[in-house]
Structure formats: structure tokens, C-alpha cells
């Protein structure tokens, strides 16, 4: 039954996700990622999630960008979209797990080959000569590949979010708000609750 909560949780994330793409939104799948360092200094960004399913949420990341270094010390995260055309935010707080070089591999294959190509142009974060726009040092990499398959550079890693907590907040303070909290208490039981927007 408790666990029949967290599926309803995340029905209802991935039918917002498909919702607000079927409206147009390209960026449907992209929401802030709020990690913090072990003094608890939070850092925050856009990512793409690449996946929703029983396991968790699914981004990739560059393990030695400033949130996979904040990850590998202080497992932990948050989440939150907001879909304007469905006026609908949803938050999600959880363990981080970095997954496997089989997994990461499975989910780098699916990404962009643009993505594959920017992700072997650079390495994310390190200080950039100001000479060289990102642009060139992609059409450079670019060449630098045949038509063939783009192994992944071994930096980038697929991450997994699992949750503990689920809310989401239909917006808009004329609407008829139902804020409602799924949560996972230490025995693993998930719970709905009905909050005070
Ligand atoms: C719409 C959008 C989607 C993004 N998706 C990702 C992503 O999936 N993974 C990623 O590492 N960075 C992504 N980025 C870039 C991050 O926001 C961030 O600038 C970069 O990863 C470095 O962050 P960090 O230094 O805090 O680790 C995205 C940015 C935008 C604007």
C-alpha cells in the first residue's frame, strides 16, 4: 500500500514531464539540481534528467564538475521543476547514487551526438582560454570524429536520484491549490500528506 504511493508519485511526475512536452516545451525534462558541500554550502544548476522510473530520477554529469564533486562528498540532493504552461512545480529531495560504467554507458548512448561531442570538447568547469569560444573547440572535436559510434568520455557518469520525498504545488494563488507531500520514512514506507500551500 505505502509503496503504491511512490508509484503515484511518480506517475504523476512523469505525466507532467509528458504533459508539458506535448505542449511545446523542449525542456520539458529539465529542472534545478540543488547539491551542498560537507560545510552544507548549497550550490544550484539546470540539469536534464534523462530518466524517471521505480529506481529513481537519471542525469549525467561530469564527476568532476562542482556539483559531482559536491555529490561524491555529501550524497544528496533536491530537485525542482516548474512547468510554466502547466502552472505545476514539483520537488524532489533524495540519495544520490553515482551508477555503474555499464549504466553510464547505456545512458550516453541514448544522449545527443551534439552532447557526446561538447562533453569530449572540454572538460566541464576547468578554467577556458579566452581565445577559443566553445563553438570552435566543438567544431574542432567534431572533426576529430568519423561518422562511427562516440565512446564516452570517461569523466561523464549517469547519477541517480532516489527519492525520499515528492511534493508537488499547482501554482496560480487564484486556483484551488493542493500541495501534497509524498514521503518515505526510515522503514522505507511512503506516505501522502495534504499541506497549507
Ligand atoms: C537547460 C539546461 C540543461 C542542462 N543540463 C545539464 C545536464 O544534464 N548535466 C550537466 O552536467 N549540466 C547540465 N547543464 C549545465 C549546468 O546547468 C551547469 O552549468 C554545469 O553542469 C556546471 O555545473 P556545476 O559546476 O555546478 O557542476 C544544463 C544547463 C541548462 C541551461
Redesign the pocket.
Known amino acids: 500500500m505505502s509503496r503504491d504511493y511512490y508509484q503515484v508519485a511518480l506517475d504523476r511526475l512523469t505525466a507532467l514531464i509528458d504533459e508539458a512536452r506535448s505542449r511545446g516545451s523542449f525542456?520539458a525534462e529539465?529542472a534545478a539540481l540543488a547539491t551542498a558541500d560537507v560545510s552544507a554550502r548549497p550550490?544550484v544548476?539546470?540539469?536534464?534528467i534523462q530518466a524517471v522510473d521505480a529506481a529513481g530520477l537519471l542525469?549525467?554529469?561530469?564527476v568532476r564538475?562542482?556539483?559531482?564533486l559536491q555529490i561524491l562528498a555529501n550524497p544528496q540532493a533536491s530537485l525542482c521543476f516548474y512547468w510554466p504552461a502547466l502552472q505545476e512545480q514539483a520537488i524532489i529531495e533524495g540519495s544520490v547514487e553515482v551508477q555503474s560504467l555499464a549504466v553510464s554507458d547505456q545512458y550516453w548512448n541514448r544522449r545527443m551526438r551534439a552532447f557526446q561531442i561538447a562533453a569530449w570538447a572540454s572538460e566541464?568547469?576547468t578554467p577556458a582560454e579566452e581565445t577559443k569560444t566553445d563553438g570552435n573547440l566543438i567544431d574542432q572535436q567534431a572533426g576529430n570524429f568519423s561518422s562511427g559510434k562516440i565512446l564516452r568520455q570517461e569523466n561523464w557518469l549517469a547519477f541517480r536520484i532516489v527519492p525520499y520525498r515528492i511534493e508537488f504545488w499547482p501554482s496560480g494563488w487564484h486556483r484551488r491549490r493542493e500541495r501534497i507531500k509524498y514521503q518515505r520514512d526510515k522503514e522505507g514506507a511512503w506516505s501522502k500528506e495534504m499541506l497549507n500551500p
Open positions: 525542456e529539465v550550490s544548476r539546470m540539469i536534464s542525469f549525467f554529469a561530469n564538475s562542482g556539483k559531482g566541464q568547469g
